[in-house]
C-alpha cells in the first residue's frame, strides 16, 4: 500500500484532499492508497517563515518515512506562479528533510478552480443551478470560492462543501484544469518511486 503524508492548508481540506487522491489514484490504477489527515498550515506563515516551514515538513517527512510513502503538498496557489513556486517549495522541502520523497502540488488559484472546470458535473447539487456551466476563461477567476456561493442559495463553505463536491464532481471534467491535470500526472511517479 502507498502512503501518503499530506500538507494542507484549509479546513475544508481535511476530508476533500484525501478523498481527491483516492479517487485519483482508483482512476489511474495505481496501488492502495492511503492518506493522512492534512497537516494544516497557514499559507503565508509556511511559505515565508522558514521555522514554521521546516517544523511542518520534519513533521510531515518524519510520518512519511515512518511508512515507507511520501510527502503530498498541495496549497492554492492565488497569485503566485505555479511553475515557480512549486519548484522553489520542493526545493526547500528537500534541503530540510533529503531523505523523503516529496510531491507539491498548486491548485491554480484556488483548489475550487477544480469544481468550477467540473461544473457540469456538479450542475442541481449543493444548491448550484441545474443549467451550471463553467465560465471559458475558468482558471483566470481569482476568487473561486465566490464565484460558487453566488451561484448558492446558501452559499459556499469550504468546511460543509469542499469534500463533498470533491467527492462528487467528474474527474475527467476537472482535468481540463491545468493544475488539477499536473497533479494527475505526477501523482503516479511519486507513488511508484
Known amino acids: 500500500m502507498a502512503f501518503l503524508a499530506s500538507i494542507g492548508e484549509g479546513q475544508g481540506e481535511v476530508e476533500a484532499l484525501p478523498a481527491l487522491l ?8 495505481l496501488p492502495a492508497l492511503s492518506v493522512t489527515p492534512p497537516i494544516r498550515v497557514k499559507s503565508g506563515s509556511f511559505l515565508n517563515h522558514e521555522s514554521y516551514f521546516r ?3 520534519e513533521l510531515a517527512a518524519s ?6 510513502g ?3 503538498i498541495l496549497l492554492d496557489c492565488d497569485d503566485d506562479c505555479p511553475a515557480k513556486l512549486g519548484p522553489r517549495l520542493l526545493a ?3 534541503a530540510v528533510r533529503s531523505d523523503a520523497k516529496f510531491f507539491v502540488s498548486l491548485a491554480y488559484r484556488e483548489l475550487e478552480t477544480w469544481f468550477i472546470a467540473a461544473a457540469e458535473s456538479l450542475r442541481g447539487q449543493f444548491g448550484l443551478p441545474a443549467d ?3 465560465p471559458a476563461n475558468f482558471e483566470s477567476i481569482r476568487n473561486a470560492k465566490g464565484w460558487l456561493g453566488e451561484r448558492m442559495p446558501d452559499g459556499y ?6 469534500h463533498l463536491m470533491a467527492k462528487e464532481m467528474d474527474i475527467g471534467q476537472a482535468l481540463t484544469a491545468r493544475s488539477f491535470h499536473r497533479l494527475a500526472q505526477h501523482l503516479p511517479l511519486i507513488l511508484q518511486a
Not at 22 to 29: P, Q, S, V, W
Not at 63 to 68: D, E, L, N, S, V
Open 22 to 29: 483516492y479517487r485519483l489514484a482508483r482512476l489511474l490504477e
Open 55 to 57: 517544523r511542518h515538513i
Open 63 to 68: 510520518k512519511a518515512i515512518a511508512y515507507g
Open 70 to 72: 511520501a510527502v503530498s
Open 92 to 94: 526547500q522541502a528537500r
Open 132 to 134: 451550471l456551466t463553467r
Open 157 to 162: 463553505d469550504p468546511v460543509r462543501h469542499q
